[in-house]
C-alpha cells in the first residue's frame, strides 16, 4: 500500500478553470503538508495542518484553498487556474515526536498544467 | 529565518568513485533535523538519511553517509561507490522544531559511465 497517495498524477487544465488534488495518507500521521516545486525546481511550503487545525499558511494567493476533512486526508482546491500556477504539487506528511526522526514522507506528485 | 544553501547546482563523478554533496545552514536553534532526499527524473521525493541535531555521531544509510558540523552549520553528503542509479538531484533539507522543513535549491548529481 503506498503511504502517502494524490490523485491525480497528471493535470491539464485552461486558464480560469478551478481544480482540486486530493491526498491520504495511511501512515497514522498527524500532520500533512503541501509543497509546491516550480520549473526551476525548487520546493517551497504552501501549507501544514495537523490533526485538521491549520499551522502553516505561507504566503500564497487565495486561489489556494486546502481542506483537510480529517488527519489522514488533505486536498487541495485552486479556483481561477493562472499559468503560473503550473508545478508539481507534492503532498506530504509525518508524525511528530516520532522516532523516525520527524521525517517527512511524500507522495508521488501531482503535474499541474494550465494552458 | 532559517535558511539552506547548497552551493554546487551541478556535479559529475566517475561510476565507482566518491562524490561529497555540500550544504550549510543557518539556525538559531539548537534542537533541529537535517535530511538528504533524492529526486530522481521521476520526481518523487525519496528519503536517502537523516541526522538529529543532538547526536554527535555522523548518520550512516550504506553508501551514503554525511559529514554533520553543528558548529560550522554543515551537512554534507557523501556517496561511495557511485553508481548510475544514484544520478538525481539531491536536496539538503532543516526541520525546525516549529515544524517547517526547509529545502536547499538542490544540486543535480550526474553519474558518468
Known amino acids: 500500500d503506498t503511504a502517502v497517495s494524490q490523485t491525480p498524477k497528471y493535470l491539464v487544465t485552461q486558464m480560469g478553470n478551478d481544480k482540486s488534488i486530493k491526498c491520504e495518507q495511511n501512515?497514522?500521521?498527524?500532520?500533512m503538508y503541501w509543497y509546491k516545486q516550480d520549473s526551476k525546481k525548487f520546493l517551497k511550503i504552501m501549507f501544514s495542518?495537523?490533526?485538521?487545525?491549520?499551522?502553516i499558511n505561507e504566503t500564497v494567493p487565495n486561489r489556494f484553498s486546502p481542506k483537510s476533512p480529517d488527519k489522514a486526508h488533505l486536498n487541495l482546491h485552486i479556483n481561477s487556474l493562472e499559468l503560473g500556477d503550473s508545478a508539481v504539487y507534492f503532498c506530504?506528511?509525518?508524525?511528530?515526536?516520532?522516532?523516525?526522526?520527524?521525517?517527512?514522507?511524500f507522495g508521488e506528485g501531482s503535474w499541474l498544467t494550465v494552458v | 529565518a532559517q535558511t539552506v544553501t547548497q552551493s554546487q547546482p551541478e556535479m559529475s563523478v566517475q561510476e565507482a568513485e566518491t562524490v561529497t554533496l555540500s550544504c550549510t545552514y543557518d539556525?538559531?536553534?539548537?534542537?533541529?533535523?537535517l535530511f538528504w532526499y533524492k529526486q530522481p527524473p521521476s520526481r518523487q521525493m525519496i528519503l536517502v538519511i537523516r541526522?538529529?541535531?543532538?547526536?554527535?555521531q555522523n548518520a550512516t544509510e550504506n553508501r551514503f553517509s554525511v559529514n554533520f558540523q553543528k558548529a560550522a552549520k554543515s551537512f554534507s553528503l557523501k556517496i561511495s561507490d557511485s553508481q548510475l542509479g544514484d544520478a538525481a538531484m539531491y536536496f539538503c533539507?532543516?526541520?525546525?522544531?516549529?515544524?517547517?522543513?526547509?529545502f536547499g535549491k538542490g544540486t543535480r548529481l550526474h553519474i558518468l559511465p
Open positions: 495542518y495537523n490533526n485538521k487545525e491549520l499551522i
Open positions: 506530504a506528511s509525518s508524525q511528530v515526536g516520532s522516532g523516525s526522526g520527524n521525517t517527512i514522507y
Open positions: 541526522q538529529e541535531a543532538y547526536k554527535q
Open positions: 539556525t538559531s536553534e539548537s534542537d533541529y533535523y
Open positions: 533539507a532543516y526541520r525546525a522544531r516549529d515544524d517547517k522543513i526547509i
Open positions: 501512515l497514522g500521521h498527524d500532520t
